[in-house]
């Protein structure tokens, strides 16, 4: 019996978006890792939190992190 083939994590996807204990995934937003100054206090706290993927991308992304 042949083995299956193991699927390989897709980086650029990897770095962007974390899996949580709940099992749901956690994706971080634009925009925060550099050209930041420009960016109002409250701009900066609100995309520092990230968001959670939505249900329909879910079946798509958890095979390839």
Not at 1 to 16: L, W
Not at 25 to 38: A, D, E, W, Y
Request: charged share 40%; hydrophobic share 25%; net charge positive.
């Amino acid at each position: 019996m042949a083995k299956k083939n193991k699927m390989k994590t897709h980086k650029g996807s990897a770095k962007v978006f974390r899996k949580r204990k709940s099992g749901s995934i956690k994706i971080t937003r634009q925009g925060v890792l550099h050209n930041t100054g420009k960016n109002s206090s409250k701009r900066s706290r609100q995309k520092r939190k990230g968001s959670a993927l939505h249900k329909s991308d879910y079946k798509r992304i958890k095979d390839i992190i």
